[in-house]
């Protein structure tokens, strides 16, 4: 069965540095996506960014970047130049190629707090 | 971008009421979903379906129906609701290889 485990349940950092965030998977799969999400103080769920397995580059969309290690089935989330409107708790998750109806499977969520 | 509309926002009711979530998706997506959101928890699977008149069964179905009457529109159901469903919903919708496009959410509340 397919498992998403985030093992940092909380993270400071200091407006302007970079925070690192840590995701390990489990997945029968050889087909598989992964995401990262953030949910804001409102509760809103936003899309952030994606990996696809077959994938070798790490992706990277603005100040978000992500450190794919398949062998380790880590996938790291990687924010530079952090603002306080980062903070806000951050999912990962997964979607499996055979099991794609299913949607995601998340991890419990990690929680960064952004201080000036 | 995908956009995803639930209603209501808000929601009470009591014990052994009678409550439907709304859900609609405008982006022609196949697949949508039902997640519950609970401290300790987690985001977890109810219902998903992948089109009109399809319901799949989640991870933790108990106590809920679903509904998917159009493409468009996918529908929670709690027949007799109990302070355990207490929780924030989330309705989402996506293709199959797309990333999952969630709604803001519905904050349901048990007394």
């Known amino acids: 069965a397919q498992k998403v485990t985030q093992t940092q349940t909380s993270i400071s950092v200091v407006e302007k540095t970079t925070v690192t965030m840590d995701c390990v998977y489990e997945t029968r799969d050889s087909s598989y996506f992964l995401f990262w999400y953030k949910q804001t103080a409102s509760g809103e769920i936003v899309f952030l960014i994606r990996?696809?397995?077959?994938?070798?580059e790490n992706a990277t969309v603005g100040h978000y970047s992500l450190n794919f290690q398949k062998p380790k089935s880590s996938i790291g989330l990687i924010i530079t130049a952090t603002q306080i409107e980062d903070s806000a708790v951050y999912f990962c998750a997964m979607r499996e190629w055979d099991n794609y109806a299913q949607g995601l499977t998340f991890g419990l969520g990690t929680r960064v707090s952004v201080f000036p | 971008e995908a956009a995803v509309t639930q209603s209501p926002r808000n929601k009470v009711t009591v014990t052994g009421g009678n409550v439907t979530l709304s859900c609609r998706q405008t982006?022609?997506?196949?697949?949508m979903y039902w997640y519950r959101q609970d401290t300790g928890h987690g985001l977890r699977l109810i219902h998903y379906s992948y089109g009109a008149g399809n319901l799949q069964i989640g991870d933790v179905p108990d106590g809920y129906k679903a509904t998917r009457t159009t493409q468009e529109d996918f529908f929670l159901l709690l027949e007799l609701a109990s302070p355990s469903q207490t929780s924030l919903y989330f309705c989402a919708s996506s293709d199959a290889s797309t990333e999952v496009f969630f709604g803001k959410g519905t904050r349901l509340t048990v007394v």
């Open positions: 990996q696809d397995s077959y994938k070798k």
């Open positions: 982006n022609s997506h196949n697949y």
